[in-house]
């Protein structure tokens, strides 16, 4: 398709250069797209704009929504992934810029967007639907289970976690908090195909909540002699432990009934047991690195501070302090965490049970050599 057919460069005879449409400014962008969000961006200098634009609405036909803006095959593909989905500030979109996103997004699927629709803001509405709706079902996610609110929720639990450790209510209360956060976040990211009754959910609640809290008052009536240090680390500990009962507790269905996977073309073959094993140990080890850095480097941080003259003379300001240096450590590892493993896992099919394997291969012979399922986050 050439420039001159679209109406952006003068034919020939009648002047070099730009034709009679004007680059777009910043000011004409549509009012719901925030300059931090379009992330196609405008390339600079006046033909660059046009020839910019040109390529985006000529290509647009071929976009698939889709398909990631980074490969997710590689470690730092999924960092910049979960970098853009995981950014803290969708959580104070509107609602009905959510619902314009899912919108954009269905259309494009569809292969009916508007007209004159660019693809950086189809880019956008596709970073607004990542981060609010489930990918199984489509629904919107609650705003606290999202993984984009991991930063504020995480940064405030954390910090006050590792300031008030000294006092038996002041653990079991943030234990509760945070086991009660961990919940509600492991359960909005659960793998949806594999529904959970609200009776398992109370009870998962529960369970995880009371091994949290025994970890946290055994351990620090164990190291009631040890170094300050180590009574520090000790809410740590506790995450780790409840982390390891939370998530599977909350996902047992899927232990139990197995997780859905599906072929290449997403068609549902069957469910798996081996596949749910392996999808929540990897979000299981993904969590814990994720607490890991700010809960054990943070307390040797806060433990030189404090011997600090001018910090003992502002201790009203050593739990905000904190809550700070949290955020700054799950800024960098929410994103990184997410992406230790790929979200959509791939397993061979000689590795799943053997029936299911037998039904695969009566149905589908030697043609499926590989089965794919979401492991959640």
């Not at 905000?320 to 965490?337: E, N, T």
Request: charged share 20%; proline share 7%; net charge positive.
């Amino acid at each position: 398709m050439r420039l001159a057919d679209l109406g952006l460069v003068e034919k020939e005879g009648r002047g070099a250069g730009v034709g009679a449409v004007p680059p777009p400014r910043s000011s004409s962008r549509p009012a719901r797209f925030p300059r931090w969000a379009l992330s196609g961006g405008i390339c600079p200098g006046t033909r660059a704009t046009v020839l910019c634009i040109s390529k985006m609405e000529a290509d647009l036909s071929g976009f698939n929504i889709d398909v990631p803006r980074w490969d997710q095959r590689t470690f730092l593909g999924r960092v910049k992934h979960f970098l853009n989905i995981t950014d803290p500030r969708t959580v104070f979109v509107s609602e009905r810029e959510l619902d314009w996103a899912k919108v954009m997004v269905e259309k494009s699927r569809m292969g009916v967007v508007p007209p004159g629709t660019q693809v950086e803001q189809l880019l956008y509405a596709k970073k607004l639907y990542d981060s609010a709706f489930h990918p199984d079902t489509g629904e919107k996610m609650n705003v606290i289970g999202r993984m984009s609110f991991q930063l504020p929720g995480g940064m405030i639990i954390t910090g006050f976690m590792l300031q008030f450790y000294r006092t038996m209510p002041a653990v079991i209360f943030w234990q509760w908090v945070n086991q009660s956060f961990n919940a509600l976040v492991n359960y909005t990211n659960r793998n949806a195909a594999s529904p959970t009754s609200v009776r398992q959910m109370v009870l998962s609640y529960f369970t995880a909540t009371t091994t949290a809290v025994a970890t946290a008052v055994g351990m620090n009536v164990l190291t009631k002699r040890a170094p300050p240090l180590v009574g520090r680390w000790v809410p740590f500990a506790a995450v780790a432990a409840a982390n390891c009962v939370n998530i599977p507790m909350m996902r047992q269905q899927e232990l139990i009934q197995g997780i859905c996977v599906k072929d290449g073309n997403q068609n549902e073959i069957g469910h798996s047991r081996r596949a749910a094993a392996i999808g929540i140990t990897q979000v299981v080890i993904s969590r814990i690195t994720m607490a890991a850095p700010g809960m054990i480097l943070l307390p040797v941080i806060m433990e030189r501070l404090e011997k600090l003259h001018f910090m003992q003379k502002v201790k009203v300001l050593h739990a905000p302090l904190q809550v700070m240096l949290c955020g700054c450590f799950l800024i960098f590892m929410v994103p990184v965490a997410c992406g230790l493993f790929p979200q959509i896992c791939e397993l061979p099919v000689s590795y799943l049970e053997p029936e299911l394997q037998d039904t695969i291969k009566a149905k589908y012979a030697e043609l499926v050599p590989h089965v794919y399922f979401n492991k959640g986050l």
